[in-house]
């Protein structure tokens, strides 16, 4: 079990759906991160908070939208996905913003677009 | 030239003897090494951390750190079985904070 909650842990949807992926952590981390990984891939960076403000984007298609409504939840909504988009998504927290603070994983939701 | 380079393996070991996983990183700014172990299907979990030059020691696990050398590497003594999973090693960029980037991953495999 890990400290940071992800639900749901699976997910399938039609490219014109909408739907949200959640994240939840309680040990008052105030960085949090959303990660893609792709089968035999590292995780690929796509988003940072820090003290519940966006501070990293990476370039991410705007089909994918963060949004961190409170220091301990983090959202990532979805819609008009494409079958390239089907991975497994990966929330992280830190303690902070600061690069010694390490970044610890949940379980992650595996998402298939049909 | 990869930020973050490991060998994907796969590393094949035998159980008991010692496994010794390598990273290397470009960028000479680098500040904060993690290693991380993710069990197939499963999510990365932090195994260890390491921020200055020298070894770091934890359990059966020891990272080390060159920073002359850009160099990270992490040995598992008496590797079970259990140990058998991919390694991740991660690298904090300098530019900015938390942009951690991962290595390929290497792919161990502990033989009875």
């Known amino acids: 079990d890990t400290e940071v909650t992800q639900t749901p842990k699976h997910l399938v949807m039609g490219m014109t759906n909408k739907k949200s992926l959640k994240c939840e952590q309680h040990?008052?981390?105030?960085?949090m991160y959303w990660y893609k990984q792709k089968a035999k891939k590292p995780p690929e960076l796509m988003f940072v908070?820090?003290?519940?403000?966006?501070?990293i984007n990476e370039s991410v298609p705007s089909r994918f939208s963060p949004e961190c409504p409170n220091s301990s939840l983090l959202n990532l909504h979805l819609h008009a996905l494409q079958p390239e988009d089907s991975a497994l998504y990966l929330c992280a927290s830190s303690q902070d913003w600061r690069s010694v603070q390490p970044q610890h994983f949940g379980d992650g939701t595996r998402l298939s677009i049909l | 030239q990869k930020e973050v380079e490991q060998n994907s393996g796969p590393l094949s070991v035998p159980e008991g003897a010692i496994a010794s996983l390598n990273c290397t990183y470009s960028?000479?700014?680098?500040?904060?090494f993690f290693w991380y172990r993710q069990y197939s299907g499963k999510s990365p979990e932090l195994i260890m951390s390491?921020?200055?030059?020298g070894d770091k020691e934890d359990g059966r696990f020891t990272a080390q750190l060159n920073k002359a050398s850009q160099y990270v590497s992490l040995l598992i003594r008496d590797s079970q079985p259990s140990d058998s999973a991919t390694y991740l090693c991660a690298v904090n960029r300098p530019q900015g904070a938390q942009k951690l980037v991962f290595g390929q991953g290497t792919r161990l495999t502990i033989n009875p």
């Open positions: 960028d000479r700014g680098s500040q904060s």
């Open positions: 908070y820090s003290y519940e403000k966006l501070s």
């Open positions: 390491i921020y200055s030059n």
């Open positions: 040990m008052g981390h105030r960085a």
